[in-house]
């Protein structure tokens, strides 16, 4: 006999399940390729990351927004190997990046995607992230857990921050035709830098 235990977070335990179709997902056993991510939801303006529960809240906001902002919803699927190469793809076709992690916010996935995507891709705005605090004891009556965890708002909040600025759909990691330059104050040791229609980056 095999036992199988599964630790999850409380609000994803109580979320609705439904019945799975198993003579349409093939043979079994599934397996699923290592560091190879799936793009959820297809979008221009922005790519949210983010893994297991919180990725049906993330094609939740993304069509929430749909009207506004184009969001694509981005699963690694396994956060170590992690598809480095498809984020490097979402975001080539964005220009904007908002992880959404439940873990804290101090050395969390969040935290990591967001300094490497920082390093290596080049983006048109500053990258977000949306995780629980740091130092948070998780509570055990479930409204506590909910409202301690990362939420459906906070990634609303970050998506359209970090959108803030621009005008249309963008696509392509660039400014619609018309769209104002974005000036980020106070980075680069105080310097004023800006982001062009294009999205390259220079001095103002």
């Known amino acids: 006999m095999v036992v199988l235990v599964v630790l999850t977070p409380a609000a994803a335990s109580s979320t609705d399940r439904e019945d799975v179709d198993l003579a349409a997902l093939g ?25 297991g529960q919180l990725v049906p809240e993330a094609v939740a906001v993304a069509d929430e927004l749909a009207s506004d902002i184009s ?45 490497t995507a920082a390093e290596e891709l080049t ?16 509570p055990f009556a479930l409204e506590l857990d909910r409202a301690a965890q990362s939420h459906r708002d906070q990634l609303v ?13 963008t696509g392509s990691g660039g400014g619609a035709e018309g769209t104002p330059v974005l000036t980020l ?12 229609r294009t999205g390259d980056r220079g001095r103002s």
Do not use: K, M, Q
């Open 27 to 51: 043979p079994l056993p599934l397996a699923l390729p290592l560091g190879v991510g799936n793009v959820v939801r297809p979008g221009s303006d922005v790519t949210v990351v983010t893994v």
């Open 71 to 115: 969001v694509e919803v981005f699963d690694p699927r396994t956060v170590h190997p992690f598809d480095w190469a498809g984020l490097a793809a979402s975001v080539g076709r964005t220009g904007r990046l908002v992880v959404i992690d439940d873990t804290n916010r101090f050395c969390g996935l969040a935290a990591e995607v967001v300094s």
């Open 123 to 138: 983006l048109t705005a500053p990258p977000r992230r949306v995780t629980r605090p740091d130092g948070t004891v998780l």
């Open 157 to 169: 909040a970050a998506v359209r921050g970090g959108c803030a600025g621009w005008r249309g759909r």
């Open 185 to 196: 104050a106070g980075v680069g040791g105080g310097s004023a830098y800006a982001l062009s």
